[in-house]
């Protein structure tokens, strides 16, 4: 469709959300930036292939995880200074005990799988359904639930058990999942 | 042993704090808006066109001359 100033408004409406999206998947602000215009500029470029009525922050994430999973293979080797940089993207500092437990989180999200962080970004922070999920990351639904369902049992395991093998992830999930309609 | 606080209650309650934290995170950056550049981006391009060379511009190994 042609890029009215609806569509103008309704993209720009989606760049809070996308830099979230991008600095969770990076763990560095200024490439999330980096990744959020690239992201834009593509999406203008190729905003005939988009559909009036869909989806649009759909769309836009699909983007922006596709550019970002191309990037990160070019760059894996240099992935590991996000130290410190997620915090300088924030406004307010939190408090001392606040942000070394923030610290501690991040760190955890750091260590998943890609594929289990990005599913559990998109269902549990972003609001997407499995549905959405499964069609930003182009699998099915199924495997978006148990990439969800991973992650969280592995955070768990990481952040608060020192044996998570004692309870199975099926009862994890399913009561991480009871409490999300999607 | 402490399998019976594992089985039902700490499970959940660890979910729901894994769960609060990660939308704490996310929630904010979504709360510092729409940087100017981006706004300024957006305004600025005429339409595909001026993006597709925008994007052709910053990264000289892609393909603009697709469609």
């Known amino acids: 469709m042609p890029l009215t100033n609806e569509l103008r408004d309704d993209i720009l409406a989606s760049v809070p959300s996308l830099r979230a999206f991008a600095i969770s998947l990076s763990g560095n602000g200024d490439r999330a930036d980096d990744l959020v215009q690239e992201t834009l500029l593509r999406a203008i470029a190729n905003i005939d292939s988009f559909q009036p009525g869909s989806n649009l922050p759909a769309w836009l994430f699909t983007i922006l995880r596709n550019l970002f999973r191309s990037d990160y293979r070019k760059r894996r080797r240099e992935v590991e200074d996000a130290e410190g940089n997620y915090a300088k993207t924030l406004k307010s500092q939190p408090s001392q005990a606040a942000h070394l437990e923030f610290e501690e989180f991040r760190t955890a999200l750091e260590k998943l799988p890609q594929d289990q962080r990005e599913a559990l970004i998109l269902v549990g922070a972003s609001g997407f359904s499995y549905e959405d999920a499964a069609a930003i990351c182009g699998c099915a639904v199924g495997t978006i639930k148990s990439r969800v369902n991973r992650a969280r049992s592995k955070l768990s395991a990481l952040l608060y058990v020192d044996s998570a093998e004692d309870f199975g992830p099926d009862n994890t999930v399913r009561a991480v999942i009871g409490g999300n309609g999607g | ?67």
């Open chain 2, 1 to 67: 042993m402490k399998e019976v606080k594992k089985q039902g209650g700490l499970n959940a309650e660890i979910q729901s704090r894994i769960g609060h934290q990660l939308r704490a995170m996310y929630d904010d950056v979504v709360r510092q808006g729409v940087p100017d550049r981006f706004a300024e981006l957006i305004r600025k391009l005429d339409g595909p066109e001026a993006a597709a060379a925008a994007v052709a511009g910053g990264d000289t190994d892609k393909n603009n001359g697709g469609d």
